[in-house]
Nanobody, 126 residues
Framework: VQLVESGGGLVQAGGSLRLSCAAS??????????MAWFRQSPGTERQFVAV????????NYVDSVKGRFTIYRDNAKNILYLQINYRHPEDTAVYHC??????????????????WGQGAQVTVAS
């Protein structure tokens, strides 16, 4: 599956931002993939942010974004979203969406995901 992120940019702290991840060219239908967001800041490893399983029976977030970020999907449009509220400067990173057919062996480990987008830069100014 091919993944393309959009919606990033330079934004002020506070307020809201929505990232999108459009999926295409897949062997399986989009609703067969567990989808997740990871982010990577300069000098750090790519870290788990949020996950939504293929049948939407489970979601999880890294503690630092709980209550501020929401992951959701539109299977009719083959798009994954990440709603970011109350942006913090610490949210500055390149955000990548990723996919795994059905359930990955580890929800939060980047090594278990098979497909990645190129990333969208989000810069939050304080």
């Amino acid at each position: 599956v091919q993944l393309v992120e959009s919606g990033g940019g330079l934004v002020q702290a506070g307020g809201s931002l929505r990232l999108s991840c459009a999926a295409s060219a897949s062997t399986y239908s989009f609703d067969s993939y567990t989808m997740a967001w990871f982010r990577q800041s300069p000098g750090t490893e790519r870290q788990f942010v949020a996950v939504l399983t293929w049948n939407e029976d489970y979601t999880n977030y890294v503690d630092s974004v709980k209550g501020r970020f929401t992951i959701y999907r539109d299977n009719a449009k083959n798009i994954l979203y990440l709603q970011i509220n109350y942006r913090h400067p610490e949210d500055t990173a390149v955000y990548h969406c990723t996919a795994h057919y059905l359930y990955p062996s580890s929800i939060t480990a980047r090594e278990t995901y098979d497909y990645w987008g190129q990333g969208a830069q989000v810069t939050v100014a304080s």
